[in-house]
């Protein structure tokens, strides 16, 4: 069977009937593929048949498997099986159905939906350098997405283990994608952590200013930018952010790693604690539980009833400008950290029931969510020893009061 000659769609490897192909790249072919044992789609990613023969990468490819099989984490892709038939080598994941991250980019994104998708893919990546593995490849394109937009971080083909004596590639060799990749590894040198830091800075930076920092026009230019040059600001791509946060990304493109954040995390919380005052509605009016804020917006029939990024109170105005609703927007924030949640099935059912009840206090008054208790960014996560857990949930609340019309 050849791999590179012959398309495997509608063949077999091993209990898996490949149905089509859903991309490729140097170090593999994928295709979306059934598993009728247990009636369940699934991606089989094949290494190319000139790969299969250089013992080197396979080694690399089996030190994949096994060294992502031992993941368990919600945000990290499930690797279900690896096997070798006629020569061809395969690895069998999860399927995911949403795209990539990549196809979504190309313009800013508003803080909060930059928090809703960087924070689990942050603690996944914490995940992964604590159990000693390095992605080594971290981009859009290798952060899939399910239908509900939740982002898995796949394709560890360049991933090692950080205590493994052995080097799978020789020396010198610089292995990424230009584009994100960190200066110490666009020099060959070994990378750590940091490396994979780097590349998620360059993802923030993409996310909130719709392009990666170096651009260039071959790969050796964009290497020499990343070495040599410092990222354009962020403010001069996109002007409403501050400095603050312009300062949270650059910390993370440090062209030193020992400059950069520690963990992923770590930045996160760094725009958290920048954004707190940014990404939800302001402006107290009434009186509202400790852990609830509140904004009010009076918007007319026709205008659409998503809330402005600064809240607006409108006051004394002609009559002919009144408006004849009033919409009031805030947040139900619900600290979890003390209920120690896991970031898992069972404990994600928890953190939504216990939500749903602070909800219900709340309806009396009027109260209604403005999203559903299962979109991404809910619920926030942390980390313990055991592994991620909940330390929040944040949901978007709203409700709507009659205008009331002023006398002639």
Known sequence: MNAEALSLEGTTLGQYALRERIGSGGMATVYRAVQPALNRDVAVKVLPLRLSSDATFVERFKQEAVAIARLRHPNILAVFDFGEQDGVMYMVTEFVGGGTLADKLGRPWPPSQVLALATPLAAALDYAHVHGIVHRDLKPANVLLTPSGEPILSDFGLARLLQSAQRLTASGAALGTPEYMAPEQAMGEAVGPAADIYAFGVILYEMLTGAVPFPGETPVAIILAHLHQPPPPLRRANPSLSEATEAVVMQCLAKEPTDRFPSATAAIQALEAEWGERVGPQGNSFELPPSFTSGVYTLSPSATDTPPATPVVEMARPASQWLEQTVEYGE????????????????????????????????????????????????????????????AAVLPVRRIRPQPQPSD
């Open 332 to 391: 139900l924030r619900v600290d979890l950290g003390g209920e120690r949640l896991l970031w898992n099935g069972q404990g994600m059912e928890r953190a939504r029931e216990l939500l749903r009840q602070k909800l219900e206090r709340l309806r009396a008054e009027g109260w209604e969510p403005a999203g559903s208790l299962r979109d991404p960014g809910v619920l926030r996560q942390g980390m313990s020893l055991r592994g991620p857990t909940i330390r």
